[in-house]
């Protein structure tokens, strides 16, 4: 898939856990880790908004376009 | 509550349409060894190989001495051994067929009842029943008995089989959608 997901790198950024921004965001950890491991095959934008809210962060700086 | 009333009665309908398999399969097994112990019972009775429904046969026919009379050649009890057997088989393994099918059919229904309607596992089974349809048309469209004094051979082309074995693959294919769409659903996030 050429679309990267980078939470991990943002949540170092922030120093944020997994788990914790799970809890902010009201998803289960089971569907953030599919999230980070790039088996998601959408992103609802909801979600990306709560993400971006919590993190403080825009979308490209999680979404990041790599050619194949 | 009506939904699971249709799925209840179809479950059970598969369980009747199963008993009578085992009941018609211990009839057939006990028709093929009694018939080899006592032969003699099935005197006068002729093999019929007329068939109702949507099918199509091509029967031949052959005596040994032409003058000889139908109901004389083709009685029951004339069948030779190697044709009881091989009559034997062709039908168990129909009626084991039948069953097969309807298990799989079964299994499609408990898991509509477990709402987990669009599962990569129904597809599979649809799949199967195709298969278990297709072997069942091919045993079925042939028929070779040797009599004592002559022998029939027939091919039988069925609809039925056909019709199911098609639909069977047809619904299988759309299972095989809905399990896909059900993933990309599950997958967003």
């Not at chain 2, 009685?75 to 051994?81: G, L």
């Not at chain 2, 309607?117 to 048309?137: A, D, H, K």
Request: proline letters at 1%.
């Amino acid at each position: 898939m050429p679309i990267i997901v980078n939470l991990d790198i943002m949540l170092a950024k922030r120093n944020m856990k997994s788990k914790n921004l799970a809890e902010i965001i009201n998803i289960t950890t089971a569907n953030l880790s599919i999230l980070k491991s790039g088996k998601a095959k959408a992103v609802r934008f909801s979600t990306l908004e709560a993400i971006c809210k919590a993190l403080d962060c825009q979308p490209a700086d999680i979404l990041e376009y790599v050619k194949e | 509550m009506k939904r699971n009333l249709i799925l209840n009665s179809a479950v059970t309908f598969c369980n009747i349409i199963n008993l009578i398999i085992i009941l018609m399969f211990l009839g057939w097994t006990f028709l093929f060894v009694h018939l080899q112990i006592d032969k003699d019972y099935y005197k006068n009775k002729e093999v019929n190989l007329n068939n109702l429904g949507f099918t199509y046969s091509l029967v031949s026919k052959w005596k040994v001495n032409n003058k000889s009379l139908d109901k004389d050649v083709y009685e029951i009890n004339k069948i030779k051994t190697t044709s009881i057997y091989i009559l034997y088989l062709q039908y168990s393994i129909s009626l084991i067929l039948i069953f097969l099918s309807f298990k799989e059919f079964q299994k499609v229904l408990s898991s509509v009842k477990r709402i987990q309607t669009f599962e990569i596992n129904n597809e599979i089974s649809f799949r199967r029943i195709g298969q278990y349809t297709f072997v069942y048309f091919l045993l079925t469209s042939f028929r070779y008995i040797s009599f004592e004094l002559g022998g029939l051979k027939a091919i039988t082309i069925s609809l039925t089989p056909i019709i199911i074995l098609l639909l069977a693959f047809i619904m299988a294919e759309i299972f095989k959608e809905g399990s896909l769409l059900k993933q990309e659903n599950d997958l967003t996030i």
